[in-house]
């Protein structure tokens, strides 16, 4: 397969309009698969001035779930990936839900039907069942359709007759054999499939009167004017039959460009990312928390995980796209600017759910104390405890760069805020020698002749103090943590001294001094 260069697209793509779409079914959370494809197309379509169209793929009625749409559009409102037309957003080229286009794909069912590209088949469900079991590895096709029950092999007075009497039909494209199709994509470069391997595909179905995916999708990505569809590999395999239902169309001219991303793959062992492989190793696969209305089950979400939605476009920016450089943090806009289709990669991406925790770690230390006070504050107020902004940004300050997520700040800093109640027993064996409790009433009289009790008025007259001594300071800065934190954690012993203040500093001391003696 040849390689395609960014020129030859770039070239391809200036005399037409750049027009890409996301179009997913509403059959449940979104995947965070999809979210990547959205993503890149998102991305392709900035690069390009082009536009992004939302598009509603609910010609399978019976995997509807309430919910889903609503779910999908909030996903990405948070996500900050935003559409230019389509469901919601409105636009020259709708309707955008599939549903709601049925006299418009019965049309285009007709033209093929006129044209000779396609047939009627009344084959029953029993009646293919017993062809498989008469066939081995039976597929419906150029080589099998004579044998079956169609509008090929049916008097046309029957046809029309068996139409009129209300029998249920399909509507299957007419695949001639001995053809090469080549679909032209732009990361995996000219794909050859011989029409031979396809069979003739179900286009429409009388029952609910809505086409088959194969068919809506082509039909709407001409009539929205679609200039590139950028999917799933998974599409793959279909690209080859797409290719030929334009081609019967007449619509070769405008046919879009494809390109098919590289599957999302299971952290550890073989086969695609699902969703029990975030239940097993504990990570979401879903953008925000899914509660299924049919089952009550209720999935994780990176939003109520506690990841920052950049840091999620950021990591899955990188999940099967290398930028060529050694960049890893990108803004929206730097993404937008460094994209390059052709760089994505053919082979599967496995999904580094590690990575995305580092990814939100890194977005922590870049936003500023007040962003992180901000959301920090709500878990201090839902712990009982009343403080001032302030306060909080000085905590959030000393300890942020320790945390993955704004969430793990309460359990690691709660101490600043709640004094201990009582003291972890590996370290109080650890920490506390028979003589601690002596030089801790010793160094609580120093501190209270401290009139400036910040770090600066602290610091060097307690290092005085024990030179002076000559203790060991190792000894009484892991008994003087102790006392104040409870455990041996936590920043610098005079940041927390200086936080806390004189009085509580000295209230923590002496409490600790009695319980253990």
Known sequence: MQKISKIAIKLDMADRKVRVRFAPSPTGALHIGGVRTALYNYL????????????????????????AEEYILESFKWLGIKFDEGVSFGGEH???????????????????????????????????????AEIQNFQYDA???????????LPKEEVDQLIADGKQYTVRFKIEPGQEIHVNDMIRGDVKVMSDILDDKVLYKSADELPTYHLANIV???????????????????????????KAFGWEDTMPRFAHLPLLLKPEGKGKLSKRDGDRLGFPVFPLEWHDPKTGEVSSGYRESGYFPEAVVNFLALLGWNPGTEQEIFSLDELVKAFDITRCSKAGAKFDYKK???FNHEYILKKSDDEIANLFAPI????????????????????????????????????????????????VKKRWKEYSAQQMTELAEVLEGIDDFSIEGQEPIVMKWVEDKGY?????MNAFRLTLVGE????????????????ETLKRLRKAIEVLG
């Open 220 to 246: 709407d990505d001409h009539l929205m004017e679609i200039s590139h569809v950028i999917r799933g590999e998974e599409w793959l395999p279909s690209a080859p039959l797409h290719v030929l239902l334009y």
């Open 143 to 153: 080589h099998t359709r004579m044998q079956m029950r169609n509008s090929l092999t």
């Open 44 to 67: 392709f379509a900035r690069q390009h001035g082009g536009e992004l169209v939302f598009r509603i793929e609910d010609t399978d009625s019976h995997r509807f779930v309430p919910g």
């Open 488 to 503: 041996g954690k936590g920043p610098g012993m005079f940041d927390i001294s200086a936080f806390l203040g004189k009085e």
């Open 356 to 358: 995305g925790i580092w």
């Open 472 to 476: 060991k300071l190792g000894d009484v």
């Open 94 to 132: 709708g309707p955008y839900r599939q549903s709601e286009r049925r006299d418009i794909y019965k049309k285009y069912v007709q033209q093929l039907l006129d044209n000779g590209k396609a047939y009627i088949a009344f084959d029953t469900p029993e009646e293919l069942e017993a062809k498989r």
């Open 380 to 427: 201090v107020a839902n712990n009982g405890v009343e403080e001032s902004m302030d306060r909080v940004k000085q905590v959030v300050h000393m300890m942020k760069d320790r945390v993955n997520f704004v969430y793990e700040l309460w359990p690691l800093c709660s101490f600043f805020f709640i004094p201990p109640t009582e003291y972890d027993a590996k370290t």
